[in-house]
T-cell receptor
Framework: GNSVTQMEGPVTLSEEAFLTINCTYT??????LFWYVQYPGEGLQLLLK?????DKGSNKGFEATYRKETTSFHLEKGSVQVSDSAVYFC????????????FGQGTRLTINP | GAVVSQHPSRVICKSGTSVKIECRSL??????MFWYRQFPKQSLMLMAT?????????EQGVEKDKFLINHASLTLSTLTVTSAHPEDSSFYIC???????????????FGPGTRLTVL
């Protein structure tokens, strides 16, 4: 079945550091890929998405490129801020039927001033 | 973006009792709602998918008689944990989606979650 594996956390960085959170997936067909963010006390929010190979999703300074050859969708940001502290989830949807989401285990990110 | 609410945000109950959790889409009509369970430091696990006016589809390993799902309207779905036990303690999250024709993917909007503690 479909699965998502993402970098174990927690990750702690200083403000303005470069961020990478790795995500790889296993899926049949051509899934859509997502990064969700969960701020403390809030629900998951869609951060960015890519629906086909080589697409780059971007939002709020975050980027991720859909790499079919390496089955990866790594999240990057050039200069993190304290407000980026949250839990980040990589996910995929197989775009079939109910378009269910399969999530990675989440990575807790803490940015220190 | 669209807003999804859940009520209650936290609930503590005694073993053997039933607990109902509500999920509402506040500013859109949700043709489909999903229920997830999240264990500490683990991922979200899909429990079931419900479409308005029809029976929910449960994922493998989820007891449908224990986790009753009702999606009676386009803005409300409920999850009832029947005869709750301590092992049912978890964080339950719902999401809602409007399925628009012609779109490759239709975004799910998530509620803030409900923390259930069974004593």
């Amino acid at each position: 079945g479909n699965s998502v594996t993402q970098m174990e956390g927690p990750v702690t960085l200083s403000e303005e550091a470069f961020l990478t959170i790795n995500c790889t997936y296993t899926a049949t067909g051509y899934p859509s890929l997502f990064w969700y963010v969960q701020y403390p006390g809030e629900g998951l929010q869609l951060l960015l998405k890519a629906t086909k190979a080589d697409d780059k999703g971007s939002n709020k300074g975050f980027e991720a490129t859909y790499r079919k050859e390496t089955t990866s969708f790594h999240l990057e940001k050039g200069s993190v801020q304290v407000s980026d502290s949250a839990v980040y989830f990589c996910a995929l949807s197989d775009n079939q039927g109910a378009q269910k989401l399969v999530f990675g285990q989440g990575t807790r990110l803490t940015i220190n001033p | 973006g669209a807003v999804v609410s859940q009520h209650p945000s936290r609930v503590i109950c005694k073993s053997g009792t039933s607990v109902k959790i509500e999920c509402r889409s506040l500013d859109f009509q949700a043709t489909t709602m999903f229920w997830y369970r999240q264990f500490p430091k683990q991922s979200l696990m899909l429990m079931a998918t419900s479409n308005e006016g029809s029976k929910a589809t449960y994922e493998q390993g989820v007891e449908k008689d224990k986790f009753l799902i009702n999606h009676a309207s386009l803005t409300l779905s409920t999850l009832t944990v029947t005869s709750a036990h301590p092992e049912d303690s978890s964080f339950y999250i719902c999401s809602a989606r409007y399925l628009a024709s012609g779109k490759t993917y239709n975004e799910q909007f998530f509620g803030p979650g409900t923390r259930l503690t069974v004593l």
